[in-house]
């Protein structure tokens, strides 16, 4: 398979902490604007954190503080550290490969069909 591929979902209880990974295969990694979005059945995509090859990173508002995102581009791996969760952090969560810089707009506001995608992979936050 070519692009990312997401692991590290699930449910967890407000204030808890999860950490989303991000396989990326057949893509030249350092290539890429790595980002995590986030999207709610109903609700547009929402861009959540970005990351490029020299560790600059880009945050959301909603999420400045609480997540953290890393990588280990010798693994072509990327990381979204999330912690004191909220139950409006509830969505699928998806890894994307985007050819841009991080400094434009579209790090976190990508078009549909830019860039490579994974499957995605559900974090609930729920008491």
């Known amino acids: 398979q070519v692009g990312p591929v997401e692991s590290g979902g699930g449910s967890v209880q407000p204030g808890r902490s999860l950490r989303l990974s991000c396989e990326v295969a057949g893509l030249t990694y350092s290539n890429y604007c790595m980002a995590w979005y986030r999207q709610v059945p109903g609700k547009e995509r929402e861009g959540v954190a970005a990351i490029n090859s020299e560790d600059t990173t880009k945050y959301a508002n909603s999420v400045r503080d609480r997540f953290i995102i890393s990588q280990n581009s010798a693994m072509n791996t990327l990381y979204l550290q999330m912690n004191n969760l909220k139950p409006e952090d509830t969505a699928t969560y998806y890894c994307?490969?985007?050819?841009?810089?991080?400094?434009?707009?579209?790090?976190?506001?990508?078009?549909?069909?830019?860039?490579?995608w994974g499957q995605g992979t559900q974090v609930t936050v729920s008491s």
């Open positions: 994307a490969a985007l050819p841009t810089s991080i400094r434009d707009d579209w790090a976190l506001q990508a078009p549909q069909g830019f860039g490579f």
